[in-house]
């Protein structure tokens, strides 16, 4: 079976930084990702890790350890449109993803 | 179409009926996802078309959830005799490659919101 988690609530205020952690065990790993939700919408896609370290993307960074099952999804200068669901998903060995329960980010002012 | 549109996006159903939701990926993808996203979790896999062919139903929960992809485009998922448990969003996704091809990131409809009453 698949075991992803997450913590299902944080809070920061805006411009700082928030880091949402992932640990996950999995029968076969081919790919990790992070997608953002707002409510009601599509999940839209952040961010894409195979190989360890850390993939920079503009305020949004994703680090990986493969041998410690454990990623983070890092938030700079956080702003009030951050405020949403982030799923962590890790693909298996094939096509599938699984998806943990999703971490709800609420930005304050 | 610019992405991956979903219809209906709010269904209401009597528990017994059947449902039929309609996915459009986005033009040229082949791979195409279902999943079942209950209040606060996470999406669940039900089943993955690639191009018609339907490779992995694993997901579906019961022999009352259908999915076809006929042409290779345009999916729909059908849910017979539906019951409460169904009330969910079923999201589709699509996929430019096959689903294991390193950065394949999928891109996701809105969804459609079903409510079994």
Redesign the interface.
């Known amino acids: 079976g698949q075991n992803i988690d997450q913590p299902t609530e944080m809070t920061a205020t805006e411009g700082a930084i928030v880091q949402i952690n992932c640990t996950y065990q999995t029968s076969g790993f081919n790919g990790l990702f992070w997608y953002q939700q707002h409510a009601g919408e599509a999940p839209t896609f952040l961010s894409y890790n195979v190989l360890d370290g850390l993939e920079e993307k503009g305020r949004f960074s994703s680090f990986l350890s493969r041998s410690k099952g454990y990623s983070y999804l890092l938030l700079k200068e956080l702003q009030m449109k951050d405020s949403a669901s982030y799923l962590c998903a890790v693909r298996n060995n094939d096509y599938k993803l699984s998806f943990g329960a999703g971490t709800t980010v609420t930005v304050r002012a | 179409g610019a ?2 549109s979903q219809s209906p996006r709010y269904k209401v159903a009597k528990r017994g009926q059947d449902v039929a939701l309609r996915c459009d990926p986005i033009s040229g993808h082949v ?1 195409l ?1 279902w ?1 079942q996203q209950a209040l ?6 039900l089943t ?1 078309f690639q191009n018609e062919a339907q490779l ?1 139903k694993s997901g579906l929960p019961s022999d009352r959830f259908f999915a076809e992809r006929p042409e290779g485009s345009v999916s729909t998922l059908k849910i017979q005799r539906t019951q409460q448990e169904d009330s969910a969003v079923y ?1 589709c996704a699509s996929s430019l490659a ?3 091809k ?2 394949t ?7 459609t919101r079903l409510t079994v009453v």
Do not use: K
Request: glycine share 26%; hydrophobic share 25%.
């Open positions: 992405g991956v791979s996802f999943y606060g979790q996470g999406p669940e896999f993955y992995d999201l096959r689903g294991d390193g950065r990131e999928a891109f996701f409809g809105q969804g």
